[in-house]
């Protein structure tokens, strides 16, 4: 979980604890393998917004919510 380039506001488990998402004042929300610490995936606001908060969707693990 070392790649997160600054603050991280919230995170948040999947149902079944495998993957994390966390967000961050540098606009960013990852995606990360809680077993490995591996970032999966990062998703850029193109707003340039820090992105606040973020949820998975709890019927469907593959879509994550986010606030800024």
């Not at 995170?11 to 929300?29: Q, R, V």
């Not at 809680?34 to 973020?54: I, T």
Request: proline share 1%.
């Amino acid at each position: 979980f070392s790649n997160c380039a600054n603050i991280s506001l919230d995170f948040e488990w999947t149902t079944n604890n495998d993957i994390i998402a966390s967000s961050s004042l540098d606009c960013t929300t990852r995606v990360w393998n809680s077993e490995s610490g591996a970032c999966l995936r990062v998703l850029n606001d193109n707003q340039s917004c820090g992105v606040m908060a973020c949820r998975f969707q709890p019927l469907n693990n593959n879509m994550i919510l986010v606030s800024f």
